[in-house]
């Protein structure tokens, strides 16, 4: 593996890249049909694992996705062919409230899958942020706390900025959160400066998602604005669909970070042919 900045979450060392699975597991946020075009390109977990290596190669050994075999198999493929353990960011739901056994089979499924990481997900989370309180609901603070025994880092996927601030208000048991962050506001559930400002202030490292807004911003508009607003110690979780995309993308991250130009070439069409003079 090759070099690129890292931060620290939980005691664990983190690339400040993170490889996504949307792209792979069918979750386009565009239409049905994209989400299934998707899913018949990535039939397998070893054609999964081809877009996830490409990150682990230039030093981004992290992947966050739902904790499933599918996705397990094409950690353990990436393992194999780069000779570096992955460091797997679980997002498991929680569908059966009050039933806490159903959730301790969710995590050690998760753990017995090689979970670095394990934060139930935004569907599990945002319905237990108490906006008015400043707190998170006991039962949310319950699923955290089994996190933790059953020796994984304990955090919380949401789409709510209130996640961020009523777990610090709270002093909940998380490592870090994990929010939406984008130039377009896409699933931002206010404005992007205020987003910035709760990432700003959060007391640990955040962990954000969806910076090309699911396909509606392009590579160096979203990238450029994420890698400028955040702090050192923030990640940007991105997802691709091809090995050619997740090398350009790791290539124009690394370029923004050192304030260089990237070496990446502009796609070409009739109508630039006098600007390629």
């Not at 194999?80 to 050690?108: N, S, Y």
Request: include cysteine.
């Amino acid at each position: 593996m090759t070099g690129f900045p890292r931060t620290m979450v939980g005691g664990v060392s983190m690339p400040r890249m993170i490889c996504g699975s949307n792209w792979m597991m069918g979750f386009s946020h565009t239409s049905k049909a994209k989400d299934r075009l998707i899913k018949e390109l990535f039939d397998t977990p070893k054609k999964c694992a081809a877009v996830i290596e490409v990150f682990a190669r230039a030093g981004c050994n992290a992947f966050m996705s739902m904790t499933t075999e599918f996705a397990a198999e094409a950690v353990r493929e990436v393992e194999q062919r780069v000779g570096e353990k992955m460091l797997w960011v679980g997002t498991p739901d929680w569908d059966k409230p009050g039933d806490f056994d159903a959730w301790k089979r969710t995590v050690e499924k998760a753990r017995s899958l090689g979970a670095t990481f394990c934060f139930p997900h935004q569907c599990t989370t945002d319905v237990r942020v108490d906006r008015i309180n400043q707190c998170l609901a006991p039962d949310l603070k319950a699923l955290l706390r089994i996190v933790r025994e059953h020796g994984m880092v304990p955090g919380l996927s949401s789409h709510m900025p209130e996640a961020i601030t009523c777990s610090d208000a709270c002093d909940a048991d998380v490592e870090t959160y994990i929010t939406p962050y984008n130039a377009a506001g896409f699933l931002c559930q206010v404005e992007t400066d205020w987003i910035q400002k709760v990432i700003r202030n959060a007391r640990r490292p955040v962990m954000t998602i969806k910076p090309l807004g699911a396909g509606r911003l392009l590579p160096p508009t979203g990238m450029a604005f994420v890698w400028s607003t955040l702090r050192d110690c923030d990640m940007v979780t991105v997802g691709t669909m091809s090995t050619y995309e997740a090398e350009e993308i790791v290539e124009l991250s690394l370029a923004l970070l050192e304030k260089r130009g990237a070496n990446v070439e502009l796609q070409a069409t009739r109508s630039k042919r006098t600007l390629m003079k």
